[in-house]
């Protein structure tokens, strides 16, 4: 059976360690791998995509491979073919699948039948990816030693915050999530996370403030409005950093709404590295999909 990455849980601590320092080397020798040469990983993008298609499509080229990026309606998917049928053929053909998926119960289908490794790109519970990066610049900044770095997450309790929860957890991160009543994760599978409904606790002697975006893709217009009235509280300001430990830096898995869950001023300024993290999905991901297929 192939082995596949769909919540990060997959990972040994000893195996996330090794995929952040086999990433540390891929980000300062790009072509180092040559895993994918003459290889295909098809990718399948159900939602739309900026920084997942970006950093895996280049990710997979500089293996050496060819990213076949496929979307819902270029699939017979659309037209009643099984999920199992689809992961049979394309399992003929690619060394790797990656999903970014509306529905969990997909992802769940695909890396049931498919006979190679299945990543998941982000669906609705878990976005594992997204956590390496996470992880990969968090060891940037404060070192190999990620047990002795508390991480807050402050706003929306997602898949991006269980996720964050779960890997940090392998990696002995000290891991605080702050979301209102509502919006907080299911302490079932917050995965030793701190729960809480103030953002103050939750930052105070933290490494690292995060956030995501209030409102998604698939909120309605009332719906948006609810969500920011309640999430009004959780926004990543210069105030709530000066509340974390001294030189924390402020992280956002993006997009980004300026004026909502993150200022411009911190967003564009000195204190983050957010556009490190975004750079980071690429080299976290070849390390990732090595391991997967090496």
Known sequence: MPTHFLTGAELSGAELGALLERAIELKAAPYASSVL??????????QPSTRTRTSMEAGVFELGGHPMVLRSAELQLTRGESVRDTALV????AAAIGLRTGSDALLAELAEHATVPVVNLLSPSDHPCQALADLLTLREVFGADL??????????GNNV????AVVGALAGVEVAIAAPDGYQLDPARAGGATLTD??????????AVYTDVWVSMADDKASAAAR???????RIDD?????????????????AHPGEEITAEVLYGER???????ENRRHAQKALVEHLVG
């Open 37 to 46: 040469e003459r290889r295909t990983m098809a990718l399948l993008f159900e």
């Open 90 to 93: 394309l399992s003929r053909h």
């Open 147 to 156: 047990a002795s770095v508390k991480i807050a997450y402050v706003g929306d």
């Open 161 to 164: 915050a269980r996720s964050l």
């Open 198 to 207: 103030d953002p103050v606790a939750a930052v105070t002697g933290a490494h």
């Open 228 to 234: 920011r009235a309640a999430l009004a509280w959780y």
């Open 239 to 255: 105030a709530l950093l000066d509340r974390a430990a001294p030189g924390a830096i402020a992280l956002h898995c993006l997009p």
């Open 272 to 278: 983050q590295r957010i556009w490190d993290q975004a």
